[in-house]
């Protein structure tokens, strides 16, 4: 029963990547349009690949050094699997990637014909990333599950998995916000131009940010929380369970799958209609088949708690649907605490960055209720493992999350190509209102991927607790104390890294697009052609460099804890990392959010509109969010379950 169950994985897994590959056919299939946006589309590509090739390059000795170092202490097993959640992990990075700076122009081109026809091309884009993301992971841990039979000695393809994650997010952000801060400063504010203006000398490099950031970095976050989230709860699952336990969520994984697949047909609209609510049908539809699936499986795995396990699972899904409303709530430029900080920019930028900071102080309060009461609930129902299962839950749609997410990256390039090929005006409207949709699904796949990121992070604590024997964590113990101080400590020095290296890499953007505009003869007069290859070389070698330091202080901190303070530290330290990280990354994430759709309200018309005191007081308040929410901010995710991840592999070391 066992292996047919398994062998029922593995059907979902191929599926996925079945239909992402007829989504890639179907969008390769749609006209690119005129040479102009084929040139400006392959100079985003160009850009996007070799940017991508260089930070895979870049991570291969660390990756072999680990790899070592596993084989040695932990025997092949571990270390193989930790090569395969790695590879994995930057082989949907690829695919993303290769799809989404193909589907652009081919967006573009479909916006000439109507919103339906843009929306299709942007999302199916976007779909093949979210596909390959659920179906590479689940066929990795459900492959290595079947090799070894031994979910503790696969327990490192997280680990592998969590470290592209880190260095994607980080990388990824930094890459695209020294991009966006120069573009934005010196285009918008001081010389007074549109965004995707042509004479701006970062907008290809702003263009290609946006897909190393939004695509690869969320593709890598959520392989990483599906694969950890699974493997900590079939841990959890074994010793409570047996294999039924262990099983029961890769069968939970599949039903979202396929759930996913079939939302993706949901996506759909009429002329002047809202796409959000398409994008919400496919959403709502992922979840409402994935709990139906979900009920049938655990009153047939589980006769006596089935039910129970399923409401756990619901607890999961259900803190999803609310994280994403709050989510919505702080940084929909239609809400209030948007509008509050629009409001404030007409005294400066300071007043902006204060109603800012302000509104993403207060937004983390509510989702901390939600992740809260869904843990109490899916106790209740089902001990920790309904808790590892509440994860599950809220990650079993993980693929439509991506797709949605990905979505938002193609159509801000659709838009920015547009421009830069002096479409019809029509065509950048339509372009336009995929964009703004776009920004608030970044918004909330941000929430839904910090929030998965706490229930994972406990998912991971109580699979460290059970392998490493730790019974109960007593506060009052000086090394775990020490432990939980070193913990909450550890995001607020990574962020402080991030925000440097975005600092850092964009000041010399912003000094090199002052540069062209100064000694380019005709440059803004649109009579001569700016470097846009300069920038975007800037903006790699800043995230290649940058990224490093980051990477080092979140695989060597808890190593450095668990072996000079002990398990008991360690614990400690993952419960310091979880609690001060979710807050910091909803209040940088949302304030983040919110700055940026507070400038989009003021250029739709409000306020004085573009090119207002107001507008430019906003542009600054905006460009101060982008690292907050496209760098340090979800960073923040891969930087928590990197560090579980690694407390799992090493709990069994900590124990002898």
């Known amino acids: 029963m066992i292996q047919m169950d398994l062998i029922a994985v593995i059907i979902a897994g191929v599926l996925a990547l079945i239909f992402a590959l007829i989504f890639t056919k179907w969008v390769l299939g749609r006209d690119a349009g005129t040479d102009k946006m084929k040139e400006i589309s392959k100079a985003i590509q160009e850009g996007a690949m070799a940017f991508l090739n260089r930070q895979y390059k870049t991570l291969i000795p660390f990756v072999i050094i680990i790899f070592v170092v596993l084989w040695l202490v932990k025997g092949s097993p571990s270390a193989i699997s930790f090569a395969a959640g790695a590879v994995l992990s930057a082989v949907a990075g690829y695919i993303g990637m290769y799809i989404a700076t193909r589907a652009n122009a081919r967006t573009t081109h479909a916006a000439r014909t109507g919103l339906n026809a843009a929306l299709g091309v942007s999302f199916r884009g976007g779909a093949v990333m979210g596909l390959s993301v659920v179906g590479l992971g689940i066929l990795g841990v459900t492959f290595l599950y079947l090799a070894y039979g031994d979910i503790v000695m696969i327990n490192s393809f997280a680990f592998g998995a969590s470290l592209i994650a880190l260095f994607a997010r980080i990388g990824g952000g930094i890459f695209t916000k020294a991009a966006d801060v120069g573009a934005d400063l010196v285009g918008k504010v001081e010389a007074g131009i549109p965004e995707d203006d042509p004479r701006n000398p970062a907008v290809i490099a702003d263009n290609v940010g946006d897909n190393v950031g939004d695509t690869a970095g969320m593709g890598a976050d959520l392989f990483e929380s599906f694969a950890a989230s699974t493997i900590a709860t079939m841990v959890i699952g074994v010793y409570t369970y047996g294999v039924t336990g262990a099983v029961f969520p890769l069968l939970v994984g599949g039903a979202g799958i396929i759930a996913t697949i079939i939302g993706c047909f949901f996506v759909r609209t009429g002329a002047g209609a809202n796409p959000q609510m398409a994008l919400n049908k496919g959403l709502w539809g992922t979840n409402i088949i994935t709990a139906i699936v979900t009920l049938v499986l655990a009153l047939n795995m589980f006769p006596e708690n089935g039910l129970k396990l399923f409401f756990a699972v619901l607890m999961g899904i259900i803190a999803n649907i609310l994280i994403g409303l709050l989510t919505e709530y702080y940084t929909s430029n239609t809400k209030k605490p948007t509008q509050k900080i629009a409001k404030a920019s007409q005294t400066g930028a300071a007043t902006n960055i204060i109603s800012g900071l302000a509104v993403g102080l207060g937004s983390t309060m509510l989702p901390v209720i939600v992740i809260v009461g869904a843990t109490l609930a899916a106790y209740a129902f089902g001990g920790v493992f309904g808790i590892a299962m509440a994860a599950v839950g809220m990650l079993s749609t993980a693929g439509m999350i991506v797709s949605i997410d990905s979505f938002g990256p193609i159509a801000d390039n659709a838009g920015g190509i547009a421009e830069m090929a002096e479409l019809d005006p029509s065509v950048r409207e339509i372009t336009d209102k995929l964009d703004s949709v776009g920004n608030t699904t970044a918004a909330v796949a941000k929430g839904f991927a910090i929030g998965s990121a706490a229930l994972t992070a406990l998912a991971l604590f109580n699979a460290f607790s059970q392998e490493a024997g730790l019974a109960n964590i007593d506060i009052l113990n000086p090394a775990v104390m020490a432990g939980v101080l070193i913990g909450g400590a550890v995001p607020f020095l990574y962020c402080a890294f991030a925000m440097d290296a975005v600092g850092k890499a964009a000041f010399d953007m912003i000094g090199e697009v002052r540069r062209q505009f100064r000694e380019i003869p005709g440059l803004l007069e649109g009579k001569a052609k700016p470097d846009y290859a300069k920038c975007v070389d800037i903006s790699t070698r800043a995230a290649i460099k940058q990224m490093i330091a980051p990477g080092i202080l979140a695989v060597g901190s808890p190593l450095a804890v668990a072996f000079i303070l002990g398990k008991y530290a360690m614990g400690g330290m993952l419960a310091g990392v979880t609690v001060s990280g979710l807050m910091l990354a909803i209040f940088m994430a949302n ?66």
């Open 591 to 656: 304030s983040g959010g919110a700055w940026d759709n507070a400038k989009k309200y003021i250029e739709s018309g409000h306020l004085g509109g573009k090119g207002s005191e107001t507008h430019k007081a906003a542009v600054v308040g905006d460009t101060v969010g982008d690292p907050f929410k496209d760098t340090a901010g979800p960073s923040i995710n891969a930087l928590i379950k990197v560090m579980g991840t690694i407390a799992l592999i090493i709990a069994p070391l900590l124990v002898r």
